[in-house]
């Protein structure tokens, strides 16, 4: 029997071996290197965007979220009324109950701020599928996000950087940021157009990015979608405005006379409606279906709420919905996951720093 030929086994060259293993550790090295920015210094990186956001917030709030960070958690369901499935194969829009664990927020850095230091209030949800899958999301106030672009983003944070002199952000410097990148005027017009909603209750949630939704024969379209209120929407009063936490005494108030409601509304895009640019909303007489009812019956406090631990990367979605090629999509998740790392680290090390924090601040 011919025996099988063996692979000419010469003799060992050792330094040949440590220069091989050598060249993998640089290029390992190298990598972690390039991906937290050490070599490229301009390059907009997840550690830039987070290390602005906690500029910007003035003093370091540990154990908080880097952005939104007032908030307080929340409990509920979502009603399937299978109107979905004809968009989308996920689980999630075939008839039936999902449960939802989710967060109201406003956006900022300080989780002490006053509920009137932003027009805009949003909605994050989690919602977890029987088949174990999850579905998160993070929507705003606002059908238009207010840049395009992760750097035009980042450049918009510099800009609102709080003067030293003032503690806040220079007028002059976030007009000129406005003034160069026309690209805010969806945004800006909107938000002028439509005073802050007078609660959490009554306000719309917009998921703002395009996402691609496949159905089970497998046909794609673009779709976005909206949480749009049973309450029916009043403008903020003057009393609110001057009331630092109304926000979330006016929720605890609604919810002691029963569930509060939300119908998620998904809409079609038709080919040529823009996917990869947020400050764009899509014609008015798009395809819109009403998927079922989102019901939330009570609050837990965001210090010890299941949401506390949560990181609503919008890029989490079950089978049946992906991404779209809106760039903000990859920046959130890289920035989100970032500001989870810190603010989780920061709590396992510092478990006080949430009573900290409440007993100071919140008042
Ligand atoms: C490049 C663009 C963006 C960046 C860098 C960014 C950054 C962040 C960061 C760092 C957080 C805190 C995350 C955490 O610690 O869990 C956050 C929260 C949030 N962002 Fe963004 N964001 C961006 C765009 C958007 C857009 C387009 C929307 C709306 C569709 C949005 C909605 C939200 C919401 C709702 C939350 C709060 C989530 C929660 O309650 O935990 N963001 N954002």
């Known amino acids: 029997m011919a ?7 010469g003799p060992v060259c050792v330094p040949c071996r440590l220069a091989v293993i050598g060249a993998a550790v640089l290029v390992l090295a190298g990598g972690f290197a390039y991906t937290a920015g050490w070599l490229t210094p301009s390059r907009l990186t ?4 987070i290390d602005t956001f906690e500029t910007v917030a003035g003093q370091p709030h540990p154990g908080y979220r880097r952005n939104h960070a007032k908030g307080l958690c929340i409990e509920g369901y979502f009603d399937s009324n299978g109107d979905g499935a004809v968009l989308s194969r996920a689980a999630v829009f075939a008839p039936g109950r999902t449960p939802v664990t989710g967060r109201f927020a406003v956006p900022g850095g300080n989780p002490s701020a006053p509920d009137t230091s932003s027009p805009v209030r949003s909605l994050a949800l989690q919602f977890l599928l029987q088949n174990g899958e999850q579905w998160r999301t993070g929507m705003n106030s606002t059908p238009v996000f207010a840049v395009h672009t992760p750097e035009q983003f980042y450049q918009q944070l510099v800009a609102a950087k709080p003067d030293p002199a003032t503690g806040k952000p220079d007028p002059a410097r976030l007009k000129a940021f406005y003034a160069a990148n026309p690209e805010t005027q969806p945004f800006q017009a909107w938000v002028k157009a439509h005073p802050p909603s007078s609660s959490l209750a009554n306000a719309a949630y917009y998921g703002i990015n395009a996402f691609r939704f496949t159905d089970s024969a497998g046909n794609t379209r673009a779709v976005r979608w909206a949480m749009v209120p049973e309450t029916p929407y009043a403008p903020i009063t003057d009393a609110e405005k001057a009331e630092k936490n109304f926000l979330e005494a006016d ?38 279906i009403d998927a079922g009812t989102l019901v939330i019956d009570h609050t837990t406090s965001q210090e010890n709420g299941a949401c506390r631990d949560v990181n609503f990367d919008p890029t989490i979605l079950p089978a049946g919905i992906e991404p779209s090629d809106d760039p903000l999509l990859a920046a959130r998740s890289a920035a989100y996951a970032l500001s989870y790392k810190r603010r989780t680290r920061e709590e396992a090390l510092h478990p006080a720093v949430h009573q900290a924090q409440t007993n100071g601040e919140h008042s």
């Open 3 to 9: 025996k099988p030929s063996v692979p000419n086994s």
């Open 46 to 49: 997840a550690p830039r965007l």
């Open 251 to 288: 929720l605890d108030q609604r919810l002691e006379n029963g569930p509060l409601r939300w119908h998620l509304i998904l809409t079609v895009a038709k080919p040529g409606d823009p996917t990869n640019d947020a400050t764009l909303q899509w014609p008015d007489d798009r395809q819109h």
